[in-house]
């Protein structure tokens, strides 16, 4: 009988081409941002395992989830709507652009007003312009409805809006609420509303919800693109460090042509 370490070299070849084999067919894992996650992550991963085999598992959530998901390993990637915060950068994650989340202004259907000014959409929320008849339309009061989000960040809204992370800048009466589901069903259900979410939520809610221009633009991918459409904001993907092959693969993906087109046909410029 041959000795044991005969078989070594054989083994540890095996072994070699197991690991070669499962790192080929490697499961990603995305978790964070639910505005990326409804936009465009389940389609991608859809595209790409088409393309390469590799799953890529998706989850929602919220910027923090998504931090806390790849620095507990429990995620490859993160997805963050908000830019990382110093520290996070210091503790090595990496911030990838992939996309740019588009922000818009909705008022409930029956509001005839169909533009507001950057300026005026600031006066609202800072409590400055209390009334729809300021703005050519009924005697009553403007009813704002603001998420609240990543207080321990630079988030755009707030940042568009001129409000602190604290909110005391905030129009006293304005309504805050956790989600843009909130923010919606308010919108819909008070006709004196006005909020502000990501346009990858109001497709579909035409018949309930009126989508305003900003500065006299169209809210679109286009508009966008072309730098003139002045609310939208950088998304993310954050990785531990430099992406590993698979990952870095991904990204290549997201960032070619057809993850772009993938991205533009859901409402989100690339």
Same mark, same amino acid.
């Given at each position: ?8 070299? @054989?083994?540890?070849?095996? #072994?070699?081409?197991?690991? =070669? ?23 991608? $991963? ?17 910027? =923090?989830?998504?931090? @806390? ?15 990382? /915060? &110093? ?29 507001? #000014? ?11 312009? #209390? ?9 009553? &009061?403007?009813?704002? @409805? ?24 905030? $129009?006293?009466?304005?309504?805050? @609420? ?15 509303? +006005? ?7 109001? /497709? ?17 991918? $286009? ?6 459409? &002045? ?30 087109? +993938? ?5 989100? $410029? &690339?």
């Amino acid at each position: 009988m041959k000795p044991a370490y005969f078989f070594l070299p @054989v083994f540890l070849f095996i #072994t070699s081409c197991l690991q =070669s084999s499962l790192a080929t067919g490697q499961e990603l894992a995305y978790q964070g941002t639910h505005v990326l996650t409804y936009s465009t992550m389940g389609r991608l $991963a859809a595209a790409y395992k088409e393309r390469s085999g590799v799953t890529v598992s998706v989850m929602g959530g919220g910027c =923090s989830d998504g931090i @806390v998901a790849i620095t507990k390993g429990r995620a490859t990637m993160g997805g963050l709507c908000c830019p990382l /915060k &110093p520290e996070e950068k210091n503790q090595g994650l990496v911030p990838h652009a992939v996309a740019r989340d588009i922000k818009v202004a909705i008022v409930n259907f029956i509001n005839p007003l169909s533009n507001l #000014t950057s300026s005026q959409l600031r006066e609202i929320h800072q409590g400055k312009i #209390t009334n729809w008849k300021e703005l050519g339309w009924i005697d009553r &009061p403007i009813a704002v @409805v603001l998420r609240k989000h990543c207080p321990d960040r630079r988030e755009p809204v707030r940042n568009f809006l001129g409000l602190d992370a604290g909110l005391k800048k905030l $129009a006293p009466k304005a309504i805050t @609420v956790d989600t843009d589901m909130q923010v919606l069903n308010y919108v819909k259900r008070f006709p004196a509303a +006005i909020g502000i979410t990501s346009d990858v939520f109001v /497709k579909d809610r035409e018949q309930e919800i009126r989508r305003l221009a900003i500065d006299g633009i169209t809210p679109s991918v $286009a508009a966008v693109e072309s730098g003139l459409y &002045p609310f939208a904001e950088l998304m993310y993907i954050v990785t531990k460090g430099k992406p590993d092959q698979d990952t870095g693969k991904f990204l290549d993906f997201i960032r070619s042509q057809a993850g772009r087109k +993938i991205i533009r046909e859901n409402l989100a $410029a &690339p």
